[in-house]
């Protein structure tokens, strides 16, 4: 089954500087990632994804992620944080090993909480 | 567009109360889910449908149920609400294939006293 990992679950940054966020997956053959983020008391947003076109991905909001297979990462980056971006940002993969039904299910990490210092 | 519309946003429940959280999507979506989510456990799957008639279980089933009678509604029922079900609850769907990204209703928090 799949998995991920998402280290730190709080983040804080100061207005400005570099955001990174963490996240791991366990699987021997690379799953499709997905990078969401939640504001407050809101559903789940669609930042970036992953789908092997290109181990860079540009989404929205000024950020971005790289998929390294040799280290089993997706880790999200932004280069200046915002007060906008106080969020929870959650990892997730789905399996694209699978043709069938399981294939469709997304496994989400335990999220990271960033917090921006003005 | 509509996207994801789920219902109701708040509700509170005594325990041994049953009740139905509702979710409809206009994108034609065949794929259907269900989430709760809990401080520091992320989403957890509960159940997911397929297609209109098809249903599976997740990771946490115990205690929901499922039908998908047409392919916009994906309704969860609580049989016998219990404190442990206090939740955040989405609702999620998406095209069906593998690399597409699922949307998500606003969410439903429920709190059973």
Not at chain 1, 47 to 71: D, H, M, P, Q, R
Not at chain 2, 12 to 25: D, I, N, R
């Given at each position: 089954?799949?998995?991920?990992?998402?280290?730190?679950?709080?983040?804080?940054?100061?207005?400005?500087?570099?955001?990174?966020?963490?996240c791991?997956?366990?699987?021997?053959?690379?799953?499709y990632?997905?990078?969401?983020?939640?504001?407050?008391?809101?559903?789940?947003?669609?930042?970036?994804?992953?789908?092997?076109?290109?181990?860079?991905?540009?989404?929205?909001?000024?950020?971005?992620?790289?998929?390294?297979?040799?280290?089993?990462s997706?880790?999200l980056?932004?280069?200046?944080?915002?007060?906008?971006?106080?969020?929870e940002?959650?990892?997730?993969?789905?399996?694209?090993?699978?043709?069938?039904?399981?294939?469709?299910?997304?496994?989400?990490?335990?999220?990271?909480?960033?917090?921006?210092?003005? | 567009?509509?996207?994801?519309?789920?219902?109701?946003?708040?509700?509170?429940?005594?325990?041994?109360?049953?009740?139905?959280?509702?979710?409809?999507?206009?994108?034609?979506?065949?794929?259907?889910?269900?989430?709760?989510?809990?401080?520091?456990?992320?989403?957890?799957?509960?159940?997911?449908?397929?297609?209109?008639?098809?249903?599976?279980?997740g990771?946490?089933?115990?205690?929901?149920?499922?039908?998908?009678?047409?392919?916009?509604?994906f309704?969860?029922?609580?049989?016998?609400?219990?404190?442990?079900?206090t939740?955040?609850?989405?609702?999620?769907?998406?095209?069906?294939?593998?690399?597409?990204?699922a949307?998500?209703?606003?969410?439903?928090?429920l709190?059973?006293?």
């Amino acid at each position: 089954a799949q998995s991920v990992t998402q280290l730190g679950s709080h983040v804080s940054v100061s207005e400005g500087a570099l955001v990174l966020l963490r996240c791991n997956y366990s699987s021997s053959v690379p799953p499709y990632l997905f990078w969401y983020v939640q504001y407050p008391n809101q559903g789940l947003q669609l930042l970036l994804k992953y789908t092997s076109a290109a181990t860079l991905v540009k989404g929205i909001n000024g950020f971005e992620a790289e998929f390294k297979k040799s280290e089993t990462s997706f880790h999200l980056t932004k280069p200046s944080a915002h007060m906008s971006d106080a969020a929870e940002y959650f990892c997730a993969v789905s399996d694209r090993s699978r043709s069938d039904i399981a294939g469709n299910q997304f496994y989400f990490g335990t999220g990271t909480s960033l917090t921006v210092i003005p | 567009n509509a996207g994801v519309t789920q219902t109701p946003k708040f509700q509170v429940l005594k325990t041994g109360q049953s009740m139905t959280l509702q979710c409809a999507q206009d994108m034609n979506h065949e794929y259907m889910s269900w989430y709760r989510q809990d401080p520091g456990m992320g989403l957890r799957l509960i159940h997911y449908s397929v297609g209109a008639g098809i249903t599976d279980q997740g990771e946490v089933p115990n205690g929901y149920n499922v039908s998908r009678s047409t392919t916009e509604d994906f309704p969860l029922r609580l049989l016998s609400a219990a404190p442990s079900q206090t939740s955040v609850y989405f609702c999620a769907s998406s095209k069906g294939l593998t690399n597409t990204e699922a949307f998500f209703g606003q969410g439903t928090r429920l709190t059973v006293v």
